[in-house]
């Protein structure tokens, strides 16, 4: 029985080791001490088994006896392997180099070395001899008899106390109060438990004192780790109450709403700014719900639902926007993030509000500026094309017939250009007022936009092509009376086109398009009116996007051609000169003639590239003619504004005439009067020409933008009388005086005239008998390839117009 009980008093330092371990969370101080105590507990087993003669046989308990004492032999290098611990581990970095020196991995591993030879040495009879059976009453144990390698026993002992007074020195110099405290009791208790053990070396004792000691390791450490795990308990509560005080100020001290609320909506945790937002104290918020707070039962209702909805997540939830009511009465917008939270099996939430109310209002601000027109507060473009869709969604599904309009002011860029955007504004806001008064007056259903400028768009619902007419006459009667601004009166129409839903088109694109295709048609027209779209009008313009799409790869495929048109001296009937004329035969579109298709290159800028081949074609066919020895000619090559405004023009030029070889006095280039928009640009860029040798003549005359005083300022060498007024001469005597009238300036101002559309004998005699220099249209030649030219008019000198219209 007494083998039992000291079976059972063995596993007591083992249970208190690992207590420590599980108090201490498995740092490397809990381990080693871990490991002490297991040694302790071999300890006892080497006792207990000395005790087993009733159950085991000598040899049997010798070689337990002799397998244990690795407890009691192990304990002095591990109470150096402390000390090792101690200065790795809570030294200062100064006081670490000072003993690394002498407690370093080397010297534990030495010591463990040493230890283990004294254990392997009691496996020998030198080391243990034996075992001698002692009776003691009726008890009977047995006691070791130590041979001649008995002094590496005592030794060991030594080991141990060395170990003590190093372990004892350092722990002095731990700087942590409570773990020097520990340490240093530490080392007082094994060392008075360890001299304790050590006098079972003495039968007398009868093997009694290793259990005291093990007894005293395992109570006094776990005394001294009871006693330092509270002191760290009551350190972490007193951090923790500070990090809760601190957080409390931190949330209170938070501009943002910091609040949480229990399952069934009462706060529990309130912070400053939001008790104030609400004007009551912290305390009387607490326990409350929004019912008992919000003045808003609406949203009341809202945020509940909400909630509602947070408390079945149980990841963090973000919500866009809140609404609170104010003790003010304000409704505040607030951007919340609420976590649900479980706190002693029931649920709630913790939210962190902040406000967002100066952003909500800019937010709404821009929203409304991103879709109304700043200057009328009409909706713009992005809300028309919104609302038009939503508006046939709804048309589809009611079958009824809709209308689009749209509005364009005739001459309104011209008013804006002259007397400037601050009138042009006014004029614009005066427009709107009439626009908004007639929708509101007579088509409540209707509503208006400024898609920007001076266009606008209407949608009418439940209009038929009737009333849209009906619609629109109304409209163009509000434009009859000016407009009124700033003391003076202005007059303004507008140009209306009009789609009909789903006659024009089932979707917003198409219906855009037509009502826009039918409003340049009525500024084609004449402007100030109305039109519904028909399809010959997208035949149209069908036909003008198909010639833009061809003439963009014209020049690639080599489809341009130029014909020559030859210019006739007057005075000597000799052609003295030829006009080059571009024609364009495709094989979609077949022959286009140059008014339709030279104002498409225009807009496009396709006329730069056009013109720079016109150009080059037209200087290369003339040198090789002058140099195939035919009579020098000049050539005239139209160059349109756009050609003239282009940086690189006098350039391109320049390497024509080097490249082909023509002597520049046998160019003439052929400019508009619409460069008297740029005047001061062109008269520069006209000199510079000028400077290479080239002749200026300014062509069809009279009929564009220039007035006589322009002339002074052009370098220019002729005027060409526009054909308008040469056809019809002989039926119209205004225009035979306006010619004569332009004859008779040029001549003042030194230029030649050139009359084109020359188509009788009649025209050909009145123009030579008025002093005009030179001539040229159907009655003296069509224009003709280069090819008929060069057979036709090269080899002759001399022209004689038979009286025939329309020779050719």
Same mark, same amino acid.
């Given at each position: 029985?007494?083998?039992?009980?000291?079976?059972?008093?063995?596993?007591?330092?083992?249970?208190?080791?690992?207590?420590?371990?599980?108090?201490?969370?498995?740092?490397?101080?809990?381990?080693?001490?871990?490991?002490?105590?297991?040694?302790?507990?071999?300890?006892?087993?080497?006792?207990?088994?000395?005790?087993?003669?009733?159950?085991?046989?000598?040899?049997?308990?010798?070689?337990?006896?002799?397998?244990?004492?690795?407890?009691?032999?192990?304990?002095?290098?591990?109470?150096?392997?402390?000390?090792?611990?101690?200065?790795?581990?809570?030294?200062?970095?100064?006081?670490?180099?000072?003993?690394?020196?002498?407690?370093?991995?080397?010297?534990?591993?030495?010591?463990?070395?040493?230890?283990?030879?004294?254990?392997?040495?009691?496996?020998?009879?030198?080391?243990?001899?034996?075992?001698?059976?002692?009776?003691?009453?009726?008890?009977?144990?047995?006691?070791?008899?130590?041979?001649?390698?008995?002094?590496?026993?005592?030794?060991?002992?030594?080991?141990?106390?060395?170990?003590?007074?190093?372990?004892?020195?350092?722990?002095?110099?731990?700087?942590?109060?409570?773990?020097?405290?520990?340490? *240093?009791?530490?080392?007082?208790?094994?060392?008075?438990?360890?001299?304790?053990?050590?006098?079972?070396?003495?039968?007398?004792?009868?093997?009694?004192?290793?259990?005291?000691?093990?007894?005293?390791?395992?109570?006094?450490?776990?005394?001294?780790?009871?006693?330092?795990?509270?002191?760290? *308990?009551?350190?972490?509560?007193?951090?923790?109450?500070?990090?809760?005080?601190?957080?409390?100020?931190?949330?209170?001290?938070?501009?943002?709403?910091?609040?949480?609320?229990?399952?069934?909506?009462?706060?529990?945790?309130?912070?400053?700014?939001?008790?104030?937002?609400?004007?009551? @104290?912290?305390?009387?918020?607490?326990?409350?719900?929004?019912?008992?707070?919000?003045?808003?039962?609406?949203?009341?209702?809202?945020?509940?639902?909400?909630?509602?909805?947070?408390?079945?997540?149980?990841?963090?939830?973000?919500?866009?926007?809140?609404?609170?009511?104010?003790?003010?009465?304000?409704?505040?917008?607030?951007?919340?993030?609420?976590?649900?939270?479980?706190?002693?099996?029931?649920?709630?939430?913790?939210?962190?509000?902040?406000?967002?109310?100066?952003?909500?209002?800019?937010?709404?601000?821009?929203?409304?500026?991103?879709?109304?027109?700043?200057?009328?507060?009409?909706?713009?473009?992005?809300?028309?094309?919104?609302?038009?869709?939503?508006?046939?969604?709804?048309?589809?599904?009611?079958?009824?017939?809709?209308?689009?309009?749209?509005?364009?002011?005739?001459?309104?860029?011209?008013?804006?250009?002259?007397?400037?955007?601050?009138?042009?504004?006014?004029?614009?806001?005066?427009?709107?007022?009439?626009?908004?008064?007639?929708?509101?007056?007579?088509?409540?259903?209707?509503?208006?936009?400024?898609?920007?400028?001076? #266009?606008?768009?209407?949608?009418?619902?439940?209009?038929?092509? #009737?009333?849209? #007419?009906?619609?629109?006459?109304?409209?163009?009667?509000?434009?009859?009376?000016?407009?009124?601004?700033?003391?003076?009166?202005?007059?303004?129409?507008?140009?209306?086109?009009?789609?009909?839903?789903?006659?024009?088109?089932?979707?917003?694109?198409?219906?855009?398009?037509?009502?826009?295709?039918?409003?340049?048609?009525?500024?084609?027209?004449?402007?100030?009116?109305?039109?519904?779209?028909?399809?010959?009008?997208?035949?149209?313009?069908?036909?003008?996007?198909?010639?833009?799409?061809?003439?963009?790869?014209?020049?690639?495929?080599?489809?341009?051609?130029?014909?020559?048109?030859?210019?006739?001296?007057?005075?000597?009937?000799?052609?003295?000169?030829?006009?080059?004329?571009?024609?364009?035969?495709?094989?979609?579109?077949?022959?286009?003639?140059?008014?339709?298709?030279?104002?498409?290159?225009?807009?496009?800028?396709?006329?730069?590239?056009?013109?720079?081949?016109?150009?080059?074609?037209?200087?290369?066919?003339?040198?090789?003619?002058?140099?195939?020895?035919?009579?020098?000619?000049?050539?005239?090559?139209?160059?349109?504004?756009?050609?003239?405004?282009?940086?690189?023009?006098?350039? @391109?030029?320049?390497?024509?005439?080097?490249?082909?070889?023509?002597?520049?006095?046998?160019?003439?280039? #052929?400019?508009?009067?619409?460069?008297?928009?740029?005047?001061?640009?062109?008269?520069?860029?006209?000199?510079?020409?000028?400077?290479?040798?080239?002749?200026?003549?300014?062509?069809?005359?009279?009929?564009?933008?220039?007035?006589?005083?322009?002339?002074?300022?052009?370098?220019?060498?002729?005027?060409?009388?526009?054909?308008?007024?040469?056809?019809?001469?002989?039926?119209?005597?205004?225009?035979?005086?306006?010619?004569?009238?332009?004859?008779?300036?040029?001549?003042?101002?030194?230029?030649?005239?050139?009359?084109?559309?020359?188509?009788?004998?009649?025209?050909?005699?009145?123009?030579?008998?008025?002093?005009?220099?030179?001539?040229?249209?159907?009655?003296?030649?069509?224009?003709?390839?280069?090819?008929?030219?060069?057979?036709?008019?090269?080899?002759?000198?001399?022209?004689?117009?038979?009286?025939?219209?329309?020779?050719?």
């Amino acid at each position: 029985m007494f083998f039992l009980f000291l079976i059972l008093l063995s596993c007591i330092p083992l249970c208190i080791g690992i207590t420590i371990l599980v108090l201490f969370k498995n740092n490397n101080l809990s381990k080693i001490i871990f490991m002490f105590l297991l040694l302790s507990s071999f300890w006892q087993l080497d006792v207990a088994f000395l005790y087993s003669s009733t159950i085991f046989k000598e040899e049997t308990i010798e070689i337990f006896f002799k397998l244990f004492r690795f407890g009691s032999i192990m304990i002095p290098p591990t109470i150096f392997y402390v000390a090792y611990i101690i200065v790795h581990e809570m030294l200062a970095n100064d006081l670490k180099k000072k003993w690394r020196f002498l407690i370093n991995r080397t010297t534990v591993l030495l010591f463990y070395v040493m230890a283990l030879v004294v254990y392997i040495s009691g496996w020998s009879n030198k080391g243990v001899s034996g075992l001698e059976a002692i009776h003691n009453g009726s008890t009977i144990y047995y006691f070791p008899v130590y041979g001649e390698l008995s002094w590496l026993f005592h030794s060991n002992i030594l080991l141990f106390v060395l170990s003590m007074i190093l372990c004892f020195l350092i722990s002095l110099q731990v700087k942590d109060k409570s773990m020097r405290s520990f340490l *240093v009791y530490f080392n007082i208790f094994a060392f008075t438990a360890y001299a304790i053990g050590t006098l079972n070396m003495f039968p007398a004792t009868r093997l009694y004192p290793s259990s005291i000691a093990i007894l005293l390791f395992a109570i006094s450490l776990l005394i001294l780790s009871s006693r330092m795990y509270l002191e760290i *308990v009551n350190k972490m509560n007193m951090k923790l109450s500070e990090q809760k005080n601190f957080l409390f100020q931190v949330i209170d001290l938070n501009p943002n709403y910091i609040y949480a609320q229990d399952e069934n909506g009462r706060y529990t945790l309130v912070n400053q700014s939001y008790a104030q937002l609400m004007g009551m @104290k912290i305390q009387d918020m607490i326990g409350k719900t929004d019912d008992d707070i919000q003045l808003d039962t609406c949203v009341i209702r809202q945020n509940v639902d909400q909630k509602k909805i947070i408390l079945k997540h149980t990841e963090k939830l973000f919500i866009k926007e809140e609404i609170v009511t104010a003790k003010s009465r304000d409704a505040i917008w607030l951007q919340t993030v609420q976590v649900p939270i479980n706190i002693n099996d029931s649920s709630g939430s913790l939210a962190v509000s902040m406000d967002i109310t100066d952003r909500k209002q800019h937010e709404n601000e821009i929203m409304f500026q991103a879709n109304h027109d700043i200057l009328t507060g009409l909706p713009n473009r992005r809300m028309f094309n919104e609302d038009l869709t939503n508006f046939l969604e709804k048309a589809k599904m009611e079958n009824s017939k809709n209308a689009i309009m749209f509005i364009d002011l005739d001459r309104f860029k011209y008013i804006n250009d002259t007397l400037g955007h601050d009138v042009g504004d006014l004029l614009l806001i005066e427009v709107t007022k009439r626009l908004e008064n007639i929708l509101k007056n007579r088509h409540s259903g209707a509503k208006i936009y400024r898609l920007g400028g001076d #266009e606008f768009t209407i949608i009418l619902p439940h209009h038929n092509e #009737e009333a849209s #007419e009906t619609f629109a006459k109304e409209l163009l009667e509000q434009f009859k009376n000016g407009f009124w601004l700033d003391g003076s009166d202005y007059i303004i129409t507008p140009s209306i086109g009009i789609s009909i839903f789903p006659t024009d088109g089932d979707d917003a694109n198409t219906l855009i398009k037509h009502a826009d295709i039918a409003m340049y048609h009525v500024k084609e027209r004449g402007k100030n009116d109305f039109q519904l779209f028909t399809h010959e009008m997208h035949q149209k313009l069908y036909r003008k996007m198909m010639i833009e799409k061809q003439l963009r790869s014209a020049l690639d495929n080599e489809e341009f051609e130029l014909y020559y048109q030859p210019i006739i001296d007057l005075n000597n009937n000799e052609i003295v000169g030829m006009e080059s004329l571009i024609r364009w035969n495709n094989e979609t579109l077949g022959q286009v003639p140059p008014d339709e298709f030279i104002s498409i290159a225009e807009e496009t800028g396709m006329i730069i590239p056009i013109g720079h081949w016109v150009l080059n074609t037209a200087i290369e066919q003339n040198a090789r003619w002058q140099k195939a020895g035919y009579k020098p000619l000049t050539v005239s090559v139209n160059v349109s504004v756009r050609q003239l405004l282009e940086p690189t023009f006098l350039v @391109k030029v320049k390497n024509a005439i080097e490249k082909y070889g023509l002597p520049a006095s046998y160019i003439v280039l #052929e400019i508009t009067e619409s460069i008297a928009m740029y005047a001061e640009v062109m008269v520069e860029k006209l000199d510079e020409l000028k400077a290479l040798g080239i002749s200026l003549s300014m062509d069809d005359f009279g009929t564009g933008y220039s007035s006589f005083s322009y002339l002074t300022k052009y370098p220019l060498d002729s005027l060409k009388i526009d054909n308008s007024f040469v056809i019809s001469m002989s039926q119209d005597a205004e225009n035979k005086a306006i010619v004569k009238t332009i004859i008779a300036i040029a001549k003042q101002l030194d230029l030649k005239v050139i009359a084109e559309g020359v188509e009788g004998v009649e025209e050909y005699n009145f123009l030579a008998a008025n002093c005009c220099d030179f001539a040229q249209g159907y009655g003296i030649s069509r224009p003709l390839p280069a090819t008929d030219f060069e057979d036709k008019w090269l080899t002759r000198s001399e022209l004689h117009l038979k009286p025939v219209k329309n020779e050719g």
